[in-house]
């Protein structure tokens, strides 16, 4: 089984590219990942890159930046390439099956939501859920009663 849950904060805004031959959107970014530390020794964390496809690749250039915090779950990947001096370079990525915007991260905007333009549209787009926070119910009533347990 290849499967990782990650929790960190973007260090540079997302890159949208689009492959040649089919048009998908291809998004890559960088989050650092705080390791658990022992007491009297700096705070650590691990520098780890994320590719994510499709409509989703395009939500998070839109509305990811630097210092924004998300929960990525996907796979890792492993890959090698030359470099120019004709050494092999060894890459390990994480491609996001799902990312999930969380808390601020944006100037102390902590809605959970912002855009990086504000030339954008005001509405997301059909693959996301409206932001706003549902409504009671009219039926519901507010008591003062204990709670057992």
């Known amino acids: 089984m290849n499967s990782v849950i990650l929790i960190g904060r973007l260090t540079r805004d997302p890159e949208l590219t689009y492959t040649p031959n089919n048009q998908t959107a291809v998004t890559h970014f960088s989050i650092a990942v705080d390791r658990p530390g022992t007491q009297g020794r700096d705070r650590q964390a691990d520098f780890i890159r994320i590719t994510v496809f499709g409509k989703q690749a395009e939500n998070c250039d839109r509305y990811l ?29 994480v491609i996001a099956n799902n990312v ?36 009671m119910p009219d039926s519901f009533e507010a008591t003062e009663e204990d709670i057992p347990f």
């Open 100 to 135: 999930e915007f969380l808390g601020g991260g944006n100037g102390g905007n902590d809605s959970g939501y912002s855009r990086r333009s504000e030339s954008e549209p005001s509405a997301f787009n059909d693959s996301f859920s409206s932001p706003m926070e549902p409504s």
């Open 65 to 93: 930046s630097k210092g924004r915090q998300v929960a990525i779950n996907g796979r890792i990947q492993t890959g090698s390439y030359k470099n120019r001096e004709g050494q092999t370079v060894y890459t390990t990525d």
